[in-house]
């Protein structure tokens, strides 16, 4: 079954870029029809979708970061990265990354949108 | 976009009692697009119920979903201990993006 594991720097410089990388194990990231999802949690707060991206390569972002983010996968790794530039202390949060289904099941057989395998996350200070 | 709004903030329940979640949205939501998750501490969340009423794949069936247009539902029939935690919704928006309610916290009366 598949899981996935976020690995990065749990520390980050005021200004600098945050990095991380999921990684798909226990399949392969080709394997169906999904998007790539990364979403972050500020200790206490709710959960904000950051991006995503298909191993197609294309990505979709959340507006008010759009600017900060970018998104790439790597196939031959099964892996895919977040990166968020010109990070503040409201960039502290935990990262999870997300499998992401978006559009048809054959499952199901209908349209479906949900996300179903999670990585455990991982926390980003931001400081100096 | 979308907004979600969750309600109660805290539900204070006891176990085996009933509880009734609520996920309203600022504008009409297809039901394809509304989830549910389970979240404990220091865990991810976990994917309950997708297309507003459609239980995912090892989820016990007292929880369910229901609703349309603006207004769902997240309903646990008889709370388990273990079902003591953080639920939020979630949609599927144009652009494409996904919005998240700000959660109910579910806790020991």
């Known amino acids: 079954q598949v899981q996935l594991q976020e690995s990065g720097p749990g520390l980050v410089k005021p200004s600098e870029t945050l990095s991380l990388t999921c990684t798909v194990s226990?399949?392969?990231?080709?394997?169906?029809?999904?998007?790539w999802s990364w979403i972050r949690q500020p200790a206490g707060k709710g959960l904000e979708w950051t991006g995503r991206?298909?191993?197609?390569?294309?990505?979709n972002y959340n507006p008010s970061l759009k600017s900060r983010v970018t998104i790439s996968v790597d196939t031959s790794k099964n892996q895919f990265s977040l990166r968020l530039s010109s990070v503040t202390a409201a960039d502290t949060a935990v990262y999870y990354c997300a499998r992401d289904k978006s559009g048809y099941s054959g499952n199901d057989s209908m349209d479906v949108y949900y996300m179903d395998v999670w990585g455990k996350g991982t926390t980003v200070t931001v400081s100096s | 976009e979308i907004v979600l709004t969750q309600s109660p903030g805290t539900l204070s329940l006891s176990p085996g009692d009933r509880a009734t979640l609520s996920c309203r949205a600022s504008?009409?939501?297809?039901?394809?697009?509304l989830a549910w998750y389970q979240q404990k501490p220091g865990q991810a969340p976990r994917l309950l119920i997708y297309g507003a009423s459609s239980r995912a794949s090892g989820i016990p069936d007292r929880f369910s979903g229901s609703g349309s247009g603006t207004d769902f539902t997240l309903t646990i029939s008889r709370l388990e201990p273990e079902d003591f935690a953080l639920y939020y919704c979630?949609?599927?928006?144009?652009?494409?993006?996904?919005?998240f309610g700000q959660g109910t916290k579910v806790e020991i009366k």
């Open positions: 979630q949609q599927y928006g144009s652009s494409p993006t996904w919005t």
């Open positions: 991206i298909n191993t197609s390569g294309s990505t």
């Open positions: 504008q009409s939501v297809s039901s394809s697009y």
């Open positions: 226990g399949g392969s990231i080709n394997s169906g029809s999904y998007y």
